[in-house]
């Protein structure tokens, strides 16, 4: 089939790739005339582990094309996919204005039926919202669908390749069969394409994102709890995670969740509600507590120095909002790196692949290192902000060596309290004893 994606950014691109590599033409467009160039050249604008491979497979095979051309490529396709920005507006609502002009140019130039696959995160009615603007710019036939995606940064190839589900919202039975026949390969495989109306579609995206959100708010908080009881999270989390009606996944207490998802997406669901008239009492209380859980660790560091920050190097590893991306959207080491600054800290970061974007929004306000252990040269203590995996076991011996002091404020409970213990570390995590040494 002939598809058009519009919106070549970190769901748009894969969606491509991904549809490409199932055999499809799929036309990706975008109003960034640097990126699109770059794509054309074989850049892959993002960090997405094992997208390039794919990405350079299809070009190759000229399955995989680029443009800025909208109407060029709507000519060519009768399916077009939207993977465009839903920013949080001031309010918290989702920003609708970039799936609106886009529906608006779609209705201007359509020459022939078209179905208008929905694929960003937007709120209840929006797939009516995209029909009354296309109809108000044309009288052929076209179907608006809801197709929330799920997959999450860092291991987008993999879910997109292989989703746990692939939701469809539509009233027309002819959208259907299309969508029907470009999900066939997963079908064929055993995923299930769930169908169901737009307005269900649009909010299972809410409601699952939401959720997941919940569930790391909740272990947020018994970890916080399991520190003034003197309990163990990493116990209560395996012990919890053990009842499949629970289930492992999503448990692990940190720093709060950010990113470009949950966040945003929490707060366009309680602005939602709030429109309705109803009150999402455990949102609310999911994004307060999540905005102190963020930085949880600097009070626990300003009381590890005796209340004053002014003039003490603290070393940050990571600096993406998790592990295997570049995306520093609403990231976790952001909040805790400005209070640093704010308190008087100098800050020299390690983050070798989302150090760039950081560059951008706080340009030399930091130091950045060229490797892990150059950052904790002289530091007075580390702060683990992310999770990569080159951070899981490090060599204690060297550090001792290069820091002024052995101690580390670890927001992503990467080692068993024994390892900081046995190489006489001062180590705070979250929901476990603190190791003195
Ligand atoms: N990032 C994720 O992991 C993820 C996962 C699931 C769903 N989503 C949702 O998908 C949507 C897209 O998210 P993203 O992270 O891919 O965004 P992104 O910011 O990475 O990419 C958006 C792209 O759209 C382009 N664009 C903007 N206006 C355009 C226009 N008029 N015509 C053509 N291109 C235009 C931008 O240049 C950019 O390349 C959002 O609604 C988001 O909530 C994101
Ligand atoms: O047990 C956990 C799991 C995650 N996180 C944090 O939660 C945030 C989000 O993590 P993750 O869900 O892995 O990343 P995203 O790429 O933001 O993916 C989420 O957001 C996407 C955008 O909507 C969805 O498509 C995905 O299904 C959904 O998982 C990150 O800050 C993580 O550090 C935790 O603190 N503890």
Redesign the pocket.
């Known amino acids: 089939m002939n598809i058009t994606i519009v919106g070549t950014g970190y769901v748009g691109l894969v969606t491509g790739t991904t549809l490409a590599e199932l055999g499809n033409s799929v036309y990706c467009v975008d109003i960034d005339e640097k990126k699109v160039e770059g794509m054309k050249n074989g850049v892959v604008p993002i960090y997405e582990p094992n997208l390039e491979e794919m990405f350079l497979r299809n070009i190759q095979a000229e399955r995989l094309f680029f443009t800025t051309n909208l109407k060029e490529a709507l000519d060519k396709s009768e399916v077009i996919y939207l993977a465009l920005p839903t920013p949080p507006g001031e309010d918290g609502s989702a920003d609708l204005s970039y799936v609106l002009k886009v529906a608006a140019d779609i209705g201007e130039m359509m020459t022939e039926y078209k179905v208008i696959v929905n694929k960003s995160?937007v709120p209840v009615g929006t797939a009516d919202r995209v029909t009354e603007v296309i109809s108000s710019k044309t009288k052929i036939r076209f179907d608006v669908v809801s197709n929330p995606?799920?997959?999450?940064?860092?291991l987008a190839v993999e879910d997109s390749m292989n989703p746990a589900r692939v939701v469809v919202g539509s009233s027309s039975e002819k959208a259907k069969d299309i969508m029907a026949k470009i999900y066939q390969p997963f079908t064929n495989i055993g995923i299930p394409i769930i169908f169901m109306d737009e307005k269900s579609s649009e909010l299972t995206?809410y409601a699952?994102?939401s959720f997941?959100a919940v569930k790391?708010t909740f272990?947020n908080e018994i970890a916080n709890y399991c520190e003034k009881v003197g309990a163990d999270v990493d116990k209560v989390r395996l012990g919890m995670g053990s009842d499949d009606r629970i289930g492992h996944?999503?448990?692990?207490?940190?720093i709060?969740?950010?990113?470009?998802?949950?966040p945003k997406?929490v707060k366009a669901l309680i602005k939602s509600g709030q429109d309705e008239n109803f009150n999402f009492q455990i949102l609310e209380a999911t994004e307060n507590v999540n905005v102190s859980q963020k930085v949880i660790l600097i009070s626990e560091i300003e009381k590890y120095f005796g209340g004053n920050l002014e003039g003490k190097t603290i070393a940050v590893w990571g600096l993406a909002?998790?592990a295997n991306?570049d995306d520093i959207r609403e990231a976790?080491s952001l909040d805790n790196i400005r209070l640093l600054l704010e308190k008087g800290a100098k800050v020299i970061a390690y983050d070798s692949i989302a150090e760039r974007n950081v560059q951008k929004v706080i340009g030399d306000k930091i130091q950045y290192a060229k490797s892990m252990y150059e950052a904790v040269e002289n530091a007075d203590a580390l702060f683990i902000a992310t999770e990569w995996p080159e951070f899981k076991n490090p060599n204690f011996s060297l550090m001792a060596k290069k820091m002024k002091n052995k101690v580390i404020f670890d927001g992503r409970n990467m080692y068993p309290l024994e390892i900081p213990q046995q190489n006489g570390f001062y180590y705070k995590s979250i929901g476990r004893k603190t190791i003195h040494n």
């Not at 995606?149 to 860092?154: A, I, M, N, T, Y």
């Not at 709060?256 to 949950?262: A, D, K, L, P, R």
């Open positions: 995160t995606e799920f997959l999450r940064e860092g995206k699952s994102n997941l790391i272990m996944r999503f448990l692990f207490p940190g709060g969740y950010g990113g470009s998802c949950f997406d909002f998790k991306t976790s």
